[in-house]
């Protein structure tokens, strides 16, 4: 009578052969490993045998690993909170006007008897992006000699400047006189009135020095 067989031959038998005949597809052994990865599992197996198993068992517990925090940062990369979004700039609430003169200083005209003249630009510039109206110019003249006023007055006028805008004004000074052997030195102020599109009420100023020319009647063109 023949003795019974062992169990676990097969098994042994199944990891010989593979070891013996490499597979095609990666060029080396084949071994089969049982669906439980407990050592009940792995019967009388030889040791290189065993130490395959336990390394492809480590193998796919770190490969396991490894896959399962790919995943966990892929879906928990996002951290929720939105991008803070850009401040909105505040609307200007006023014109920022500049007077400008020139040039400056000026080279006044003698018109006779000790009289005289003169012209220059008043440049008006806003920076802000409010329009504005210019309701009136109020324009000061005083000796430099004797520190007295030589003509003042002042003139309405409507011009409007765009928001940003610039806007050149060419002025033409009344007659004014001054005596004879003094210094005919001016200082000439300019006094604007302006009224900006958000109904504000401005006054910009500005000033040139306006020097005597010879002694001779010029007409001014």
Excluded at 6 to 34: E, I, N, V, Y
């Amino acid at each position: 009578t023949a003795p019974p067989e062992d169990p676990t031959s097969f098994q042994r038998d199944r990891h010989r052969k593979a070891a013996r005949h490499p597979d095609p597809l990666c060029q080396g052994p084949l071994f089969t490993l049982p669906f439980e990865f407990g050592d009940a599992a792995l019967p009388d197996l030889a040791n290189e045998e065993r130490m395959v198993v336990e390394m492809t068992k480590r193998i796919l517990t770190a490969s396991l690993s490894v896959l399962l925090g790919v995943l966990l940062t892929a879906c928990g990369g996002d951290s929720g909170t939105a991008p803070t979004p850009a401040p909105t700039p505040t609307p200007p609430t006023r014109a920022q006007v500049q007077l400008n003169v020139d040039p400056n200083p000026q080279t006044a005209e003698y018109q006779g008897n000790g009289w005289w003249r003169f012209k220059v630009n008043l440049e008006f510039v806003e920076t802000a992006g409010v329009g504005f109206t210019i309701n009136s110019i109020r324009t000061t003249l005083t000796s430099r000699a004797t520190g007295g006023i030589l003509y003042d007055n002042e003139e309405a006028i409507v011009e409007y400047v765009g928001p940003r805008g610039r806007k050149v004004m060419q002025f033409s000074s009344a007659h004014y006189y001054t005596m004879y052997g003094l210094s005919g030195a001016v200082d000439a102020k300019f006094v604007v009135s302006i009224t900006d599109d958000k109904g504000n009420p401005l006054t910009v100023s500005n000033q040139a020095t306006i020097l005597r020319h010879t002694e001779e009647a010029v007409e001014l063109q």
